[in-house]
C-alpha cells in the first residue's frame, strides 16, 4: 500500500477557492499518507504539506459559512493528524498502518463531501 513512486506536485498553495483548495490539500494529503520509507524528496514534501495544510485551515476557519462544511471540520481533523504525525516523528518517518487506514477513511468522507459541494 506504500510506495516511493509518485510525482512530486508543482502546484502547491492556496487559490483561495474553498473548493479548489480543500480538493488540492486533500490530494496531497493523499499521496503523503501513501508514501514509503525513503521516498525521493519526502522531507521536501512534507515541509511543503505542512506549510499548505497550516495556510489553508488559518485561511478558512474564518468564515463560518466553510468552517461549518463536513468536508472543512473532517479535513482539518486529518490536518492536526498528519500535522501532529510530521511534529512528532519528522518528515522522513512514513505513517504507521492504523494512522493511514483512518485518514484514508477520512479523505474518502471529504471526498464525498466535496463532491456535494458540502
Not at 479548489?20 to 508514501?35: E, K, P
Amino acid at each position: 500500500e506504500q510506495s516511493k513512486e509518485y510525482e512530486f506536485p508543482s502546484d502547491w498553495g492556496l487559490t483561495y477557492s474553498y473548493e479548489t483548495d480543500a480538493a488540492r490539500v486533500r490530494s496531497h494529503m493523499v499521496t503523503a499518507t501513501g508514501l514509503a520509507k525513503g521516498s525521493d524528496r519526502m522531507e521536501d514534501f512534507g515541509k511543503n504539506l505542512k506549510k499548505e495544510m497550516i495556510d489553508f485551515v488559518s485561511y478558512y476557519r474564518r468564515f463560518p459559512q466553510v468552517a461549518g462544511k463536513p468536508s472543512f471540520s473532517t479535513l482539518y481533523t486529518s490536518i492536526n493528524v498528519l500535522a501532529g504525525h510530521y511534529t512528532s516523528y519528522g518528515y522522513k518517518y512514513p505513517l504507521p498502518e492504523k494512522r493511514r487506514k483512518r485518514l484514508y477513511q477520512e479523505y474518502a468522507e471529504i471526498d464525498k463531501s466535496l463532491k456535494r459541494s458540502r
